[in-house]
């Protein structure tokens, strides 16, 4: 048996020392360098989270701000209007309607024409100024054009008249000369049916039929799309609705009373009745009160 000397016994403890020395060094260095790599995995995580989490609030924030920007008015007046001239009833004299239209000027009202609140409440039309509102007149009288016209430009107010395309031919009625001028300065014009036929006396083929007849005949005369329509008498069918809508039409009033709201149909939209002889207290409190 052999015996190791005290030298050989010394060195070789100290080399089993330094092997086990090295070996944990290793282990500390390994768990170092991954404890690093857990760090900066660690790191990069947060980052991407971060970054994410700041790309997502920038757009929530920006669509909020964006939706705040064009929140359109969820009601509006549509007033409904027909002679302008002497009278009651159906006849409001060219002094109490300028009287009317200067209120609604000194009263932060803003008039813009039914196929612009079409686009004011999709979004694609932001009004800005004062508060919506649309001025209509039924029919397509002459004194639209002599008495009313003057006063719309005077308050550089738009409009929307709806004329009966068969009637233009008669002498109380606008000519297409007068309709250019109004609609090349702002007034929309749309269609009152060709014979101003009532939705409830008339048979749907024919309603089809005066729906595009009278649509085209404007558009012809005005060299400009027509969109918009208003029911001769306030008639109204369940078909209604549809057969606007198919005859090409986007806005349609109705004699309904109310104000006209964003969530309605937009082609059975009420309206505001102005009648002649109402004072001005009682023109304002019609429409502060709805």
Known sequence: MQVLSCKSYVIMVHSVTNI???????????????????????????????AVFTVLYQRSTSEAVTMVKYIPEPRVPILMYHSISPGTDLRVSPEDF???MKWLQEHGYKPITLGQLGRHWDGTYDVTGGKPL???FDDGYLDNYTAAW?????????????????????????KWGQMQEMHAGGVEFGSHMVYHS????????????????????????????????????????????????????????????????????????????VVGGVTIEEFANMLQTL
């Open 134 to 136: 649309v001025i209509t």
């Open 198 to 273: 009532n939705f409830t006396l008339t048979p749907q083929d024919q309603i089809a039929s005066e729906l595009q007849a009278s649509k085209k005949t404007l558009e012809q005369g005005l060299s400009s799309p027509v969109t918009t329509f208003c029911y001769p008498g306030g008639g109204l069918i369940p078909e209604a609705a549809g057969l606007v809508r198919q005859a090409g039409y986007t806005m349609a009033v109705t004699t309904h009373h109310g104000l006209a709201s964003a969530v309605e149909d937009h082609v059975l939209l009420s309206r505001v009745r």
């Open 98 to 100: 300028d009287a009317q």
């Open 150 to 174: 003057p006063i719309l430009q005077k308050y550089h107010f738009p409009a929307t008249i709806f004329v009966i395309t068969d009637s233009i031919k008669l002498d109380n009625h606008m």
């Open 20 to 50: 086990r020395g090295e070996e944990e060094t290793r282990v500390r260095m390994k768990r170092a360098s991954q404890r690093r790599k857990f760090g900066l995995l660690l790191g990069v995580l947060v980052v991407l989270v971060l």
